[in-house]
């Protein structure tokens, strides 16, 4: 495996991070060495470092990333045009990493999320190519599909970023809805995008052939009754290289968990995208809980059931009959097992299964709607879906969870993709009108924080009206995934009709 960054500076990389010379524990995990490690380790193992020491020899002998600059001032133009307008500060030319450094090579140009966020990430991106294409961008589409492929042709799978750091874990596997995107019809390009479909989903199921019953490897777990589902999980159990310090610290203040189990339970709920949440919490409340890996998640079984969809379509329009009959009988007990283990049948939602409790849990998150959102969910369950996901819907859009903690993927925070696969879901039902008042609000939050401030934000508060918070960081200005969400409300939605209309710049 391609070393991160912990595993090339060791004891170093452990100093600077755990001393705190930094605010953000990514941004050394970000650095650039000078010179080759091999003389930078030995000068470091010659000398003693106080704080102000260490500082100095890290200044000496790294580059830092700069603070970034990549979204421009407000500018006053309406907020679909300043959405267009910020694709090219968002766009990357092809990736040629320096020696020494944990961004990984990439062929081609591509779209970043923005503010910290200086490479390219997973799931983020689907959302982001959304707006791309409906920006008339379809060029940078093809080139983020292209990527995503070279990755799982180079890699085995789409890691969670582009950095060295992210090659143990994933990230919810959306690449097949990425494939839908692309215009290139020719059989070739589709083969192509098949087999990296196909590539993605042995990665997801490794080790399948192994379990008992019960029974779990890596990302696969095998129930009793012999139903595959699968997990989050990362292939490493130590400190993330870019939370390092923080996940040092939650270990030593809960000496009663192994160390190693902790950490893994952190990075799988960083392959989920929801890092963290109460959902992956065993008290609901406190992250030196977290158990992520002892659930099987009712939206990463949904996406894999897409993928194998897919799949099963994509191999009998190009004639491979073998391929699509396999498929679709693994989206069809997929299917089954995810109606017969993670619905609740008294709380009238789909969960989490809990694989300690024998039974799916009860906890209501905006996760829910990707069982319309990928058609996994039978028909007769999408009224009772729709009235769960109403008591997540607030003044601003759907809340991420009604539990109330100190992280980012809880109440009051509400994001774009969970609104876009609500509302996507929702219509797929035939069930417009909660959709239309999902969207509405949504929209309407963007354009007035927009117009109040000349910014899109990753996540923001649905409650009030504002900012986002909670979580390892700030939030973050930019930013793909809202962008992408937004322009495609926006030529959707009645509410983004009534929008359009109104050309009245911001602050107004």
């Known amino acids: 495996m391609t070393p991160s960054p912990s595993d090339i500076w060791g004891a170093l990389f452990a100093a600077v991070q755990e001393r705190g010379l930094f605010p953000d524990s990514k941004t050394f995990a970000d650095a650039v060495p000078r010179r080759p490690a091999e003389a930078i380790l030995a000068d470091w193992a010659r000398t003693q470092h106080d704080d102000a020491a260490l500082e100095a020899f890290v200044l000496a002998n790294f580059i830092l990333p700069e603070a970034d600059a990549s979204v421009p001032p407000p500018d006053g133009l309406p907020l679909a045009e300043h959405i267009t307008a910020l694709w090219p500060s968002l766009t990357r030319e092809a990736d040629r990493p320096d020696e020494g450094g944990s961004l990984l090579a990439l062929p081609r140009r591509h779209v970043v999320p923005g503010g910290r966020f200086r490479e390219l990430y997973y799931w983020d991106s689907y959302f982001t190519m959304l707006g791309l294409a409906r920006s ?24 969670n970023g582009t950095r060295s750091y992210y090659l143990s874990r994933s990230h919810p596997p959306v690449f097949y809805l990425m494939a839908a995107l692309s215009q290139d019809r020719s059989e070739a390009g589709r083969r192509q995008r098949l087999d990296w479909m196909r590539i993605e989903h042995e990665f997801w199921m490794a080790g399948e052939e192994t379990l008992g019953e019960p029974g779990a490897h890596r990302r696969v777990v095998r129930l009793a009754d012999g139903a595959l ?3 989050y999980w990362d292939d490493r159990a130590t400190p993330r290289d870019e939370s390092w310090r923080e996940d040092v610290e939650l270990a030593r203040a809960a000496p009663d968990r192994d160390a190693g189990e902790l950490w893994r339970d952190l990075r799988a709920a960083a392959e989920s ?61 997929r299917a089954a097992a995810f109606d017969r283990h993670l619905w609740n049948d008294q709380a009238g939602f789909y969960a989490d299964y809990d694989l300690d409790l024998g039974a799916c849990n009860d906890m209501l998150t905006a996760a829910l709607g990707f069982a319309l959102f990928t058609g996994i969910a039978p028909a007769t369950r999408a009224n009772p879906i729709a009235d769960a996901l109403r008591q997540l819907l607030r003044a601003g859009g759907l809340v991420t969870t009604c539990s109330r903690t100190d992280q980012q993927w809880d109440a009051p925070n509400g994001w774009a993709p969970l609104q876009w696969v609500a509302i996507t879901g929702l219509r797929g039902y035939g069930l417009d009108s909660l959709a239309d008042t999902i969207a509405e609000r949504w929209l309407r939050l963007i354009d007035a924080y927009y117009r109040e401030t000349g910014q899109l934000l990753e ?46 710049p911001y602050g107004r």
Not at 295 to 321: F, K, Q, S, T, W
Not at 465 to 479: L, M
């Open 229 to 231: 589902l699968n997990r």
């Open 459 to 504: 996540k923001y508060d649905v409650e009030r009206g504002t900012a986002g918070g909670g979580g390892e960081y700030g939030t973050e200005i930019g930013f793909g995934w809202t962008n992408g969400v937004t322009l495609e409300l926006l030529a959707r939605s009645d509410a983004g009709e009534r929008l359009r209309g109104d050309r009245a």
């Open 273 to 333: 995208g929801w890092d963290f949440s109460a959902r992956w919490l065993g008290d609901r409340a406190t992250l030196a809980t977290i158990r992520t890996t002892r659930l099987l998640p009712a939206d990463l079984n949904a996406l894999i059931y897409g993928l194998e969809c897919a799949i099963a379509a994509e191999a009998e329009a190009l004639g491979d009959a073998p391929t699509a009959g396999a498929f679709a009988r693994r989206a069809a007990s």
């Open 136 to 159: 008339g961008r379809q060029d940078l589409v093809e080139d983020m599909i292209a990527i995503f492929g070279d990755l799982l042709t180079r890699y085995g799978h789409i890691p």
